[in-house]
């Protein structure tokens, strides 16, 4: 070797390593689920902004955005949007967004994809106290004249919760595993929707038309004080599993591997399904039975961005409030001025997408 001649560098390491290559895609990764969070939010804001003027085909839509963007409830536009469009619409929202994040929470720690609070069997458990309020407790009995208008919504979340520890400890004696949960609510559902069918059965006409009516699951009866009860519900506990997101995503590997980095299963477990189901409890007992909407918005969001929790909890609030938002949209015109209610088009959408995932699972 001369000394004029240049020496050949050979690289051990490219400039851009491999560890730097897969820390660039999952910051690129993280950056597209924050883009598909934020476009969603945004679309449930064109929603509520479109929701009072497709309501209102008679009025200049131009008065109606003035109405709506001047906080007007002193005209005639102003007061349907505030006091009648905008009520309905957060209604639909809170109640999308809280089943969609039962769901998601469910699925994760009965690690069943198929886990919601229509499959454990919630909504016919509040079905059934709603229907034996409105049967037994009503003109003029004490609880009526104790309660007023809440008796029935009482009725209603106590028998969901009471599904809810009857599916525990059916868990708990039988000790099977958590993902066997699912058929136990099958169970429990089948029971509680024989009970509504014996007090259909004997029920008198009006007594049929309000049981019928409530189990059609709408959110026509919401009001701003239903409204701000049931967000600070959703709030509460959308912030505890959020602060547990990293617990979720340990529970999502397994039990073992979340019991190795020091998640405590069962408790979390037991906690979990509580909260969740009370959730969705209060929104059932509220406006009805609305089907599928927490199936739906936890499965759509995962098909987007994953199971990451971190991402997954806020984008199944957004997508369960898009869905429910869309449904009464469309519910309330399909044949207005009658309208239709909401938990029909969503048990019309979520049937065929259960029978999808359902086979989808099995063949997997």
């Known amino acids: 070797m001369t000394g004029n001649m240049p020496m050949k560098v050979y690289r051990i390491y ?17 950056r597209k689920k924050v883009r598909w969070i934020v476009l969603f939010a945004l679309l449930t804001v064109a929603i509520m902004i479109l929701t009072p003027v497709i309501n209102n085909p008679g ?69 059934f106290g709603a229907a034996l309020s409105m049967m037994f407790f009503t003109d003029g009995m004490v609880f009526s004249g104790v309660f007023g208008d809440y008796i029935t919504p009482i009725f209603a979340f106590v028998f969901a919760m009471v599904a809810t520890l009857i599916i525990m400890l059916l868990t708990k004696v039988t000790r099977v595993s958590s993902e066997t949960m699912v058929l ?34 709408s959110v026509s009866n919401a009001s701003w004080y239903w409204d701000l009860v049931l967000f600070n519900a959703l709030l509460l506990v959308s912030v505890y599993f959020f602060a547990r997101r990293w617990d979720m995503n340990a529970m999502n590997t397994g039990n073992d591997v979340a019991k190795g980095v020091g998640v405590n299963t069962e408790r979390f477990l037991m906690i979990g399904l509580v909260l969740s189901a009370a959730l969705a409890a ?23 961005i994953g199971d990451d929790h971190r991402y997954l909890i806020p984008m199944s609030i957004l997508f369960g409030a898009v869905i429910m938002t869309l449904a009464n949209l ?11 209610p909401v938990g029909l088009l969503t048990a019309l959408l979520g049937g065929p997408v259960f029978i999808y995932l359902l086979i989808r699972r099995y063949r997997a």
Not at 15 to 30: L, N, P, Q
Not at 100 to 111: D, E, N, P
Not at 295 to 302: E, I, K, N, Y
Not at 330 to 340: F, R
């Open 14 to 30: 490219d400039d851009e390593s491999s560890e730097g290559e897969s820390e660039k895609k999952y910051r690129e990764g993280s």
């Open 59 to 127: 009025y200049n839509p131009v008065d109606i955005l003035k109405a709506f963007f001047t906080l007007d409830t002193t005209s005639k536009v102003g007061t349907y949007v505030w006091q009648v469009d905008m009520p309905i619409f957060f209604g639909a929202l809170i109640a999308g967004a809280a089943l969609s994040v039962a769901g998601a929470v469910m699925q994760c720690i009965l690690r069943n994809p198929l886990a919601s609070p229509y499959t454990l069997g919630l909504s016919n458990a509040a079905a």
């Open 184 to 217: 136990a609510g099958i169970a429990v559902s089948a029971i509680f929707s024989a009970g509504i069918t014996l007090m259909q059965y004997i029920a008198d006409p009006v007594q049929l038309s309000s049981i019928v009516t409530w189990m059609f699951g």
């Open 282 to 304: 209060l929104i059932v007992s509220r406006f009805g039975v609305i089907a599928f909407v927490g199936l739906l918005g936890p499965h759509m969001a995962r098909m987007l």
């Open 330 to 340: 469309v519910a309330t015109n399909i044949v207005a001025p009658v309208g239709l």
